[in-house]
């Protein structure tokens, strides 16, 4: 067989396991952890046990599977979605932008500090070894995979596994902190909708939904004896990315050094909003709907996970692992401070249930946000859930996995790390400001 055809066997069964595994363990169950995560860590085991008896074509094909699909990822997000009032966004987004832009500048400022001051000194780690917290916590797995060649062409191999490692523990930390966090509001009463695990329903603890409430997984917009409504989906993230490659073409044309490095994925999400736009335009918005966008995006990001995780080069960490451990409590440091300090001066109603979507988003993925956010208000009797998807539209192009990430890692190999820790620090200052006029006016 093919080793395309071996991969794709063997991420299949990964995420089987993954699936099974965390319906026969509950403490699995009540950690919340991914069938991705768990998968992928099972193949990281099998990986490490049998690595000699596996043909090396089978990791080297798996670990190329992580930076095609963040296309695919950031291709989606935008496509299906209406565009709204931009005035309504910004009015009910803005206070969770602020906290959001202060959590991703701090993760800089924090990771380039420590790495630039300290770490590069005391190990020998290069300086971007500090981005590592923004593109491992802020963007996750997907932007690790989507930065690899940016990491080659640094000269960085072990860019990847580092960042996967990073990426990894900050997803744990999403979840493990943030469930800490939540119920540390419950025990000060400032949330009261919490569902604790031990009341939780059984298919929900499983993760599995009855037949008799399964929910849609989108709308079939094309009739089938045309074209299939999934195959017309994909062939549209299709054009999304094409869009998106024809950019980064015409941007290295430029001459500019600082594209020849830069990644494709963050452009992609450019081809997905400029192809929304262009047919809302002319009318045919209504053929592209984002549930079924949404599926695509998924799938795509349970299989980018387990294979990135199951690949990370257990040697490059070892050889890490003390600065690695000192990123990871670092990031981990400021984004709970950064949630418990700012969030209540940024936002005035439903302070907790905003900032923590904020905070899992920050550390882990946009699911493990929303699934905060789910625990603290079930019902979604506040606002949260329509801040958190507003202030998504403002912040995912910038950060987390957005422009700024790509060409923050590649500022610093062509810049130095200190000019961008200096940017860093301004734009911190800045959003510190938005959010101390946001403190003042909530108190008035």
Request: with cysteine; charged share 10%; glycine share 12%.
């Amino acid at each position: 067989m093919s080793s395309a055809v071996v991969v794709f066997i063997a991420l299949c069964g990964l995420l089987v396991a993954g699936k099974f595994v965390r319906i026969k363990v509950p403490l699995l169950q009540r950690l919340y952890l991914p069938s991705s995560v768990i998968g992928g860590a099972i193949g990281l085991v099998v990986m490490s046990i049998a690595g000699d008896a596996i043909d090396p074509e089978i990791p080297g094909a798996m670990r190329r599977v992580p930076g095609f699909l963040i296309n695919v990822v950031f291709a989606t997000l935008f496509l299906g979605v209406p565009i709204p009032n931009f005035r309504r966004v910004v009015s009910l987004a803005f206070p969770q932008l602020v906290l959001g832009q202060i959590m991703a500048w701090g993760q800089y400022v924090v990771g380039l500090g420590l790495a630039g001051f300290v770490l590069s000194r005391l190990f020998g780690v290069p300086p971007c070894f500090g981005n590592l917290i923004e593109i491992g916590f802020e963007g996750g797995h997907g932007t690790v995979g989507g930065m690899t060649e940016s990491f080659l062409a640094a000269g960085w191999s072990d860019g990847a596994a580092l960042g996967f490692t990073v990426a990894t523990a900050g997803m744990i930390v999403g979840i493990v902190v943030g469930m800490a966090l939540v119920n540390w509001a419950q025990a000060k009463g400032i949330v009261k909708e919490v569902v604790p695990f031990g009341r939780r329903r059984w298919r929900e603890r499983l993760g599995v939904h009855l037949k008799s409430s399964r929910p849609a997984a989108g709308f079939q917009t094309v009739m089938s004896d045309s074209i299939d409504s999934l195959a017309w989906h994909l062939a549209i993230v299709g054009v999304s990315i094409a869009i998106g490659a024809g950019i980064l073409t015409l941007l290295r044309l430029t001459g500019w050094k600082v594209f020849d490095g830069f990644p494709l994925f963050p452009l992609c999400m450019i081809g997905g909003i400029l192809l929304q736009i262009v047919a809302k335009a002319i009318g045919k918005n209504l053929l592209i709907d984002h549930g079924q966008m949404a599926r695509i995006s998924g799938a795509s990001l349970d299989f980018l996970v387990v294979s990135a995780i199951a690949t990370i080069s257990v040697d490059v960490v070892a050889a890490n692992w003390i600065p690695l451990v000192a990123l990871i409590l670092a990031g981990t440091a400021w984004s709970v401070f950064a949630v418990l300090w700012f969030g209540p001066r940024c936002i005035k109603e439903a302070w907790f249930e905003r900032a923590i979507a904020d905070f899992g988003q920050a550390t882990g993925v946009t699911a493990t946000g929303l699934m905060l956010l789910r625990t603290v208000d079930p019902e979604s009797k506040t606002c949260a859930a329509a801040s958190f998807g507003y202030k998504q539209l403002l912040h995912e192009p910038i950060m987390g996995g957005g422009l700024w990430t790509a060409f923050a890692f590649t500022l610093v190999i062509d810049w130095g790390w200190m000019k961008v820790f200096a940017v860093s620090c301004v734009m911190l200052a800045f959003w510190i400001g938005c959010a101390h006029f946001l403190s003042r006016r909530k108190s008035s």
